[in-house]
């Protein structure tokens, strides 16, 4: 138990605790998607301090659980149109503040991630947590996919087909900047981005990839096609599923912005933002027709494949970046090289 203050919304939450040590961001990651189901501690003491402007988000909502910080500050920038605390009451998601983040991050890191409330009592939170389902067995990527097909950019233009699992918008302007037109289908749509795109993007997102069957036979048919693909990083995990290689859950995941990642192939190091609490078994991607290119060297979590013969690239980390470096945007050039027929 962390005692602290509230701040945002005055409700209870209940999700995934886990942490992220990036130290600026906080509008991008607490937007983007892949957050879905989780409790968000930033070990970073001063969160809020430059406000909260639109044009810093990932999606069109707060997608955390909850916020917990040590210092909600009041912000003080030229863009910001809120404060973080009036940002989490519109948003309707509570924050809690001057919590030993320190000492919460120790226990995440020796225990391991786990199910976590916050509440105005303990009772309330043992009531809240032994009602709450565990955040492996939810499908968050149904809560956070499209219900309909939104479409970007001129139709004379090479289209990029996103398998939505709960996108982030840098990825569509990745997309937009090097010339596509960009059309984001409802996960369960796969196979429509499959007949009528160029090139297919599995997007990251929510939850536990082991639970998204209804997504297995997206490889098997990009495979048949030979269609030129990107997966990142919950799209890394689905193409390795379905490669037939395996995935396990990480103790306490990566979720920072200064990760390093060795790239096999070309002998350089790249600072990368990461935001996963799943890896894929590198034991298993034998004999599945993919290679990994990209580890991360501190701890060796494979951090991208490659297809040996066909288009097929994945990333587990972020290329995007937002939050984070832009050392990796090249992906994106090596992804539109793919679809027009003249890369890997
Ligand atoms: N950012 C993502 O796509 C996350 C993928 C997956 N939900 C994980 O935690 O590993």
Redesign the pocket.
């Known amino acids: 138990m962390y005692r602290g203050y509230a701040f945002g919304v005055d409700a209870n939450a209940v999700g995934e605790v886990v942490f992220t040590t990036a130290n600026v961001g906080y509008p991008e990651s607490l937007t ?1 998607p ?1 957050y879905k189901g989780q409790i968000l501690v930033f070990t970073s003491p001063l969160i809020g301090n430059y406000g909260v402007s639109p044009d810093q988000w990932e999606s069109d909502s707060v997608q955390v659980s909850g916020v917990v910080v040590f210092d909600a500050t009041s912000p003080s920038h030229y863009t910001s149109v809120m404060s973080l605390d009036e940002w989490l009451r519109r948003e309707g998601v509570p924050g809690i503040f001057r919590v030993d983040t320190r000492a919460l991050t120790v226990k995440l890191r020796e225990v391991g991630v786990m199910m976590g409330a916050i509440a105005n009592s303990v009772n309330e939170a043992f009531r809240l947590l032994a009602n709450a389902p565990r955040y492996d067995e939810v499908d968050f990527t149904r809560l956070v996919s499209p219900k309909n097909i939104i479409s970007y950019g001129n139709d004379d233009r090479p289209c990029i087909g996103i398998v939505d ?2 996108v982030k918008m840098s990825i569509v302007r990745n997309l937009l900047i090097r010339g596509f037109r960009v059309v984001r289908y409802p996960c369960h749509m796969w196979s429509k981005a499959l007949s009528d795109c160029d090139g297919v993007l599995l ?7 082991n639970l998204l069957t209804y997504l297995s036979d997206v490889v098997v048919d990009i495979i048949r096609d030979r269609k030129p693909t990107l997966g ?4 890394h ?1 689905i193409i390795a599923l379905g490669a037939g290689a395996k995935l396990y859950k990480m103790k306490y ?1 990566h979720r920072a912005i200064n990760k390093p990642i060795l790239d096999l192939a070309r002998n350089r190091v790249y600072v990368t933002t990461h ?5 894929v078994d590198p034991q298993s991607i034998r004999n599945t027709g993919f290679r990994v290119w990209a580890v991360q060297p501190d701890d060796n979590t494979v951090e991208g494949l490659i297809h040996e013969r066909l288009p097929i690239l994945t990333t587990q980390f ?1 290329p995007e970046a937002k939050p984070g470096p832009h050392d990796t945007t090249w992906v994106f050039d090596e992804f539109a090289k793919m679809v027009m027929g003249h890369g890997h």
């Not at 935001?275 to 890896?279: I, Q």
């Open positions: 983007d892949s699992c709960g997007s990251n997102g929510p939850g536990n990839p990142i990083c919950l799209g995990q995941g935001n996963h609490g799943y890896a972020h």
